[in-house]
């Protein structure tokens, strides 16, 4: 098992198989993303989460219900996005990763996923699954 980044349109459609196990390469490679995020200037994937971006105790283990908790203790309101927004990130982001490997192959599942809100002219974010 493990923790997976999962995405949701606000039209509830089912996408998640899309994304797959690509879910959790996302979340594992959360280190290397930020560095990305650094290098290039782009938009983080943090930035579309479902409360956006969530100051979060020091001993956060990544529990997706202790992270709603947090939130909604916060009185945090839930936010969607536009899928563009999304894309020019997971594009980006692209850019600096070698070409098929696992983190490229999970940002590509990913922009698919996004994409598939685009076309239903749907707004996301991002959530956590275990």
Request: charged share 25%.
């Amino acid at each position: 098992m493990g923790i997976a980044l999962y995405v949701e349109l606000e039209d509830e459609h089912p996408i998640n198989h899309v994304l797959g196990d690509h879910g959790k390469t996302l979340v594992r490679e959360g280190e290397t993303l930020q560095e990305l995020v650094a290098e290039l200037g782009c938009q983080p994937l943090e930035a579309f989460w479902y409360h956006g971006e969530v100051d979060l105790p020091p001993d956060f283990d990544g529990d997706p219900d202790w992270l709603a908790e947090i939130a909604e203790e916060a009185g945090l309101p839930v936010l969607w996005f536009d899928p563009e927004e999304g894309l020019s990130s997971v594009s980006a982001l692209r850019q600096g990763t070698e070409p098929g490997s696992r983190l490229d192959l999970a940002l590509e599942a990913l922009g698919q996923a996004l994409d598939v809100g685009r076309q239903r002219g749907t707004r996301f974010h991002f959530s956590f699954v275990h």
